[in-house]
């Protein structure tokens, strides 16, 4: 029943610049009117830049007659530092009406504020991940079946693209056409905001057709927030962080092959032939253009999707190379 409990309960949190963690364990036994609580925890907040920490301790125990204290001892304690160092305690004992306490206040090592983190060049970062060929992509329509696999690039410098792909680049570093006030916990050295544009190749001027895309940022790292903001808004929030270049209204048009005579040779096998220069002479067959117009559009270029597409051209050629 509820005479008897033990409970243990912990927890582990991780933000941008802290990692929290604790425990607590509960004790509760009672017996003809006696009862007895008890409870061991710890709470620890760690800072990683600038580095610092701070962990809280409490215990204690009691015992109760009908809910009246007899005798109880309880701690409490805080250890934090490092620069500098401080530890910060109280010990009480009770016993009915008399109560002792004994508190603990010290503080030692050198009082030096943490250095801050150095600047950040957000430019150079965006221009380093922008030039990595893993963070672009060529990806084909909804549906729509690339007919060919390429090959591995190797050691991933080269990105090899459909050409009827749309061509996506995508960069993790910083939220586009936004003002930030930080990066992580480091000042900024340099540009504040960042954008992304498609210019022409060959020098002109005329900007290329491009979608934006977008990709979740914890802007709690690049604003400055206040406590209240950042526990109201979202840990993640879409914001633009590249662009995808491309049309539909490109068009692919296939060159004619040369003409050529399509023949096949005929060769029927008697069973226990010994070889196959022991068949029959061959019998040249030569396929009619009906034949040719009524098998040519099953087979697998007739039924790949670029051929079906409205995008594409093609004829069916009664005689091919």
């Keep these: 029943g509820d005479d008897l409990r033990l409970r243990c309960e912990s927890y582990l949190a991780l933000t941008s610049n802290t990692v929290q963690f604790g425990a607590r364990l509960d004790l509760h036994a009672a017996e003809s009117g006696f009862t007895v609580d008890g409870y061991l925890g710890f709470d620890a907040l760690f800072h990683l830049a600038p580095f610092a920490f701070e962990v809280d301790i409490g215990a204690g125990v009691a015992l109760r007659y009908h809910g009246h204290l007899l005798m109880g001892i309880f701690l409490e304690g805080t250890l934090s530092g490092p620069t500098p160092w401080q530890v910060r305690g109280k010990a009480t004992f009770k016993v009915l009406f008399f109560k002792v306490s004994v508190s603990i206040d010290h503080r030692f090592g050198a009082d030096e504020p943490p250095a801050l983190p150095e600047a950040v060049d957000v430019l150079g970062l965006l221009v380093a991940a922008l030039g990595d060929a893993r963070n672009w992509s060529g990806e084909l329509g909804g549906g729509e079946h690339g007919l060919v696999t390429f090959r591995d690039g190797g050691d991933g410098s080269t990105l090899r693209v459909h050409p009827r792909a749309e061509l996506r680049v995508r960069q993790r570093v910083v939220p586009l056409n936004l003002a930030i006030d930080r990066y992580g916990n480091a000042p900024l050295a ?112 007739g039924q790949a999707l670029l051929r079906r597409s409205g995008n594409a051209r093609y004829r069916t050629l009664q005689q091919v190379a």
């Excluded at 070889?275 to 040719?292: F, G, I, N």
């Design 190 to 301: 340099g540009d504040r905001q960042f954008t992304l544009a498609a210019v022409g190749t060959g020098g002109g001027e005329t900007g290329l057709e491009a979608t934006v895309l977008e990709e979740a940022f914890a802007l709690g790292q690049y604003l400055a927030l206040s406590d209240d903001q950042k526990l109201s808004r979202p840990s993640f929030e879409a914001q633009q962080a590249g662009l995808g270049l491309g049309t539909d209204q490109v068009g692919y048009a296939y060159d004619a092959a040369t003409d050529g005579a399509l023949e096949y040779e005929t060769l029927q096998l008697v069973p226990g032939q010994a070889s196959l220069e022991e068949a029959p002479s061959a019998q040249r067959y030569v396929m009619t253009a009906v034949v040719l117009e009524g098998v040519v559009g099953t087979g697998a270029a």
